[in-house]
């Protein structure tokens, strides 16, 4: 069981939104123990707990909100803070959604190491998986299962030719995720952007930000950062929304064919049923943390 963490001291990016279009600035500030992760829309003055009782919507991004405030896409900002054991933080946000700079968790993985990482003197309670759990909806599926250890298995399979089937298994330390996780970036399809931004998605979506796949290939001139990107960041996905739980999560979580809805999903039903888990704290009054 290791110490709780905050940062050293504040970081501030500022960028486009990738669904809203809306430019937005964010301000992470060190908290102190036992505070979790809060964000806060400066701009409505509405507090938003990072929990899974707090998501509102996950069609084509996470989306956490209170009270009618809002936040889209919080899921790569919480997957960098979960990757590098982050568990206090208040993070400020002056829009309805986080910037989504270069699509990945990469920005926020460099300037939370310049911030620098401060332990705090309480230990940091975790779930241990101890039963095998499993949900499925149609062709997803998530499992989890006793493991000494953080490891994710994913497999991703879409009918597109140059993508087809991708599958990675990785332990999920710290240096791991910053070098294997953290730069893959998000991905979408040429034949679909019109429909998205019909419907009120994607509009700051550029190849400045996600990767495009047309008929021919890739179309961003950079290509790829690897050649299985595309499943390494739906590990960043399932990564960002597992940290809904507000503890890290000790096991085995294999995942196929998933998406953020499943992995919701997945996650109530994990957190609602004790008997395929424990918590792992310093006392017994820390279990109460889990309900609320």
Aim: proline residues 4%; charged residues 20%.
């Amino acid at each position: 069981m290791r110490l709780q963490r905050t940062l050293k001291k504040e970081v501030v990016f500022e960028g486009i939104g990738l669904h809203t279009g809306r430019y937005t600035k964010v301000c992470l500030k060190p908290a102190p123990r036992d505070t979790g992760l809060i964000f806060i829309r400066t701009d409505k003055g509405m507090t938003i707990k990072a929990s899974i009782s707090s998501v509102t919507d996950t069609a084509f991004a996470t989306t956490i909100g209170y009270n009618g405030a809002k936040i889209k896409t919080v899921e790569h900002i919480l997957a960098a803070l979960y990757g590098l054991g982050i568990d206090n933080l208040t993070i400020e946000v002056n829009g309805p959604e986080i910037p989504i700079l270069d699509g990945s968790s990469l920005e926020l993985i460099k300037l939370i190491l310049e911030s620098g990482i401060a332990k705090q003197a309480k230990k940091r309670p975790y779930i241990k998986i101890t039963h095998p759990v499993f949900f499925t909806d149609g062709p997803a599926e998530i499992a989890a299962f006793p493991y000494n250890g953080k490891r994710i298995t994913y497999r991703i399979h879409f009918t597109h030719h140059l993508l087809g089937e991708q599958k990675l298994s990785i332990e999920l330390t710290e240096e791991n995720f910053a070098l294997e996780i953290a730069p893959a970036r998000t991905f979408g399809f040429l034949k679909d952007v019109e429909y998205l931004k019909a419907n009120g998605f994607a509009k700051g979506g550029s190849i400045d930000n996600a990767i495009i796949l047309g008929d021919s290939g890739v179309l961003n001139s950079s290509g790829l950062r690897f050649n299985d990107e595309f499943v390494r960041h739906k590990i960043l996905d399932l990564i960002g929304d597992l940290s809904l739980s507000g503890f890290p999560i000790y096991g085995h979580i294999i995942a196929n064919k998933s998406g953020h809805t499943i992995n919701l999903k997945f996650l109530k039903k994990l957190l609602s049923n004790p008997g395929y888990w424990e918590l792992i704290a310093e006392s017994v009054e820390q279990q109460a943390l889990i309900y609320t």
